[in-house]
């Protein structure tokens, strides 16, 4: 069982940068999937980013630009800079990890992080 701990929201003005990052209790993130998805109260989790094991990396249209996913194995975190944000970003942000390979589709992780709020203030 991976246990995937989320860290960096909070409350930040338009135009602000916010750093997430998620880090597994009790494995090491080398081998998996790492992805990021959003999710706004009444609304369907949406994909964010993701990055593979082997570091190729797919944002998805709202991020690219702005967004930056990176992982640092030596670490075992997976960051998501964010940058230039609106308040249309704001939203529960969750990373979630599936060995190896996995893409866009919540349904596709095995894993999930409890979520940290991003709430972007006009």
């Known amino acids: 069982q991976v246990q995937l701990v989320e860290s960096g929201g909070g409350l930040v003005q338009a135009g602000g940068s916010l750093r997430l990052s998620c880090a597994p209790s009790?494995?090491?993130?080398?081998?998996?999937?790492v992805g990021w998805f959003r999710q706004v109260p009444g609304k369907e989790r949406e994909f964010v980013a993701r990055?593979?094991?082997?570091?190729?990396?797919f944002y998805a249209d709202s991020a690219k630009g702005r967004f930056t996913i990176s992982r640092d194995n030596a670490k075992n975190t997976v960051y998501l800079q964010m940058n230039s944000l609106k308040p249309e970003d704001t939203a529960v942000y969750y990373c979630?990890?599936?060995?190896?390979?996995?893409?866009?589709?919540?349904?596709?992780?095995?894993?999930w992080g409890q979520g940290t709020q991003v709430t972007v203030s006009s």
């Open positions: 990055v593979w094991w082997n570091g190729a990396i």
């Open positions: 979630a990890a599936k060995k190896w390979a996995a893409g866009e589709k919540e349904n596709e992780y095995d894993y």
């Open positions: 009790g494995r090491t993130f080398s081998t998996y999937t």
